[in-house]
Each structure stands twice: as C-alpha cells, then as structure tokens.
C-alpha cells in the first residue's frame, strides 16, 4: 500500500522541487530544482533520503500537510514556525510525524522559502529525470494545490536526529564579468557593486528583478537570440537589471553584462520584496 502525504493547505505557492534536471539547455528545457539547493539537500539528508530526493518548497509558508503512515520529516530554510499538531517543533532536525497528524508552517519570520523533506521523498512522475515542477514551461507537476495526494517511497536510510546550524541568510553576491558586459556603459560589475538594490515584488523563481537606479546601456540596437545560465544578470532596454534563477529560459535577447557566482544563488531564494541586495566582484 502507497504512502500517501494530503495536501491540507498550500500558502502562496508550493512546489515539488529535486536538484532540478540540467543539461536539456539545447532542447529548451530549463534546468529548474530548488532555489535554495543547500536547504533542500540537507531537509534530505536529514530525514535520511539522498540530496536528489524530492520534497516540497514552499513560499512565504501556510503549508498543511498530513501523512497515512508514521514518518521522519524535516523543514529548512526561512526561518519559520513548525507545528506537529499542536505541538510546536524545531526546524533544522528530523522530527517524528505521526499518522494523520497535521503538520503546519507558519509565515517565515526571515526568508521566504522552506523545504520539507519526507522519509522516503515523493515519487510524482518524472520528466526527463526530475520530479521538479518547472513554473515557466510548465514541464513537471503542476503546483500543489489543497487536497493533493503525493505518493511517498520507501525510507532508504536512518533520519540525522540532530540540530544543523543554518547557513546565514544575509550576504552579497558575488559577480563575475558577463560576455556582453561592454553593453553597459562603463564596468557593469562596478556599477552593480556601487549601486542600491532592493528585491522586486515582482521576483519568482523565473529572475531576481532589482529595484534600484537603471544601468546605462552603451548600445541600444537589439541583440540576437542567444544562450543564457544560470546566475546571467540580463539588462534589459531599461536598465533594470534581472539575475536569472532555476527556471529561467535558456535563451534572451537581452545582454548578459555580469553572472552570479553559482555559490551564491540560494541567497536569492531568501530574498523578499524590499530585502537588500547587496554585490561584490568576485576574486
């Protein structure tokens, strides 16, 4: 008999996320996966599955879910409140869910995105190797949606019992030179560094857009279709720059005057409406 994980509330947006399925860049197909790798991988770990296995990313919390069999689960990520019932629990650690028992995230109270991690992981059908939902091509599960029934595998492995310190969620970015930086007018690394950014409202899992002074372009002609990654800082026409994030399209027209060090993008599933962001030139 199939465990089973209902799906009570979902919040703003919930998604089943694994690493994502890169090397389809010339068949069009993003990579996807987490935002925040590092947090998904270890909401795996933790529960005892490997770093691929599939969990939930959540935004802005109001998750509630429940499971037909007794599991370990865990939650990373923002720093949210985590109820079993009505009981409070700890993030960061494997914690015991018993059958049929709610368990509820509240709004983070810094980050935006969690990660919930099932002894086991879910098996929704995979598309070219990823369970990952693709929210820009749409390749992949649809979104959670209240009352889904995600099937559960089979543990594989003993939970880690033990609090992990979370990675700090503040930081800059660091940025290498992008192939058109000579598009903006001037070093486009420096005016980045230089500048005051906020996250854009407007920011998905798509791109990071920066609210802030518009770059200035030293070409205003168009640019030919060409292959982006991930971390690309794209200008477009006026000059608000965009950073690419895990289901951005793998192509533009616009130029691609700095990248993002990849160390540094979960930083950018953290961010919220109005957050810093900050940039440094990578050594």
Known sequence: MTTTLTVLATGALATVQDLGRPGHA???VPRSGALDAPAHALAQRLVGNAPGAAGLEVLLGGLEVRLDEDRWVAVTGAEVSLRVGDRAVPTGRAVRLPAHT??????????????????GGLLVDPVLGSRSADTLSGLGPDPVRTGDRLPVGVPAGEPAAVEVPAPPADGSLRLHRGPRAEWCEGDAV?????????????????????????????????LASEGVVLGAVQLPPGGRPVVFLADHPTTGGYPVVAVVDPADLWR????????????????
């Open 26 to 28: 010339h068949l069009g």
């Open 102 to 119: 709610p368990l509820t995230l509240g709004t983070p109270l810094r980050g935006c995105r969690t990660y919930l991690a099932v002894s």
């Open 190 to 222: 420096d005016l980045l560094v230089r500048g005051t950014w906020s996250c854009a409202p407007d920011s998905d899992r798509v791109g990071l857009r920066l609210v802030g002074d518009p770059l200035p372009r030293a070409r205003t002609d168009e």
């Open 268 to 283: 950018c599933a953290q961010l919220r409406p109005g957050d810093p962001v900050r940039f440094t030139r990578a050594r």
